[in-house]
Nanobody, 115 residues
Framework: QVQLVESGGGLVQAGGSLRLSCAAS????????MGWYRQAPGKQREWVAT???????SYADSLRGRFTISRDNSKNMVYMQMNSLKPDDTAVYYC?????????WGQGTQVTVSS
């Protein structure tokens, strides 16, 4: 069983930055692929970024250059640095962990970007 707890969301002005964190339980973190997703009001959940167990990263095209995903296997943590935030980035951001053993989601953290 894997538990994921996101933190770091909040209210920020356009152009500002936030760093989201996701704390993961379980001994399999270091071999898990981790990802961030988001869901804006009235919209479907969308993929934001992924980081593999080996540290390879990938991003949604529209976010590349502004968002950076990283992980610290010694702390069972995954992060997302978000810069130059826009009102369109307002959403609930979710952490995900998956592998052959299962697929797990956190409860999300709210990010609100004011204009």
């Amino acid at each position: 069983q894997v538990q994921l707890v996101e933190s770091g969301g909040g209210l920020v002005q356009a152009g500002g930055s936030l760093r989201l964190s996701c704390a993961a339980s379980g001994s399999i973190f270091s071999i898990s692929t981790m990802g961030w997703y988001r869901q804006a009001p009235g919209k479907q959940r969308e993929w934001v970024a992924t980081i593999t167990s080996g540290g390879s990263t990938s991003y949604a095209d529209s976010l590349r250059g502004r968002f950076t995903i990283s992980r610290d296997n010694s702390k069972n943590m995954v992060y997302m640095q978000m810069n130059s935030l826009k009102p369109d980035d307002t959403a609930v951001y979710y952490c995900r962990s998956w592998g052959s053993w299962g697929d797990y989601w956190g409860q999300g953290t709210q990010v609100t970007v004011s204009s």
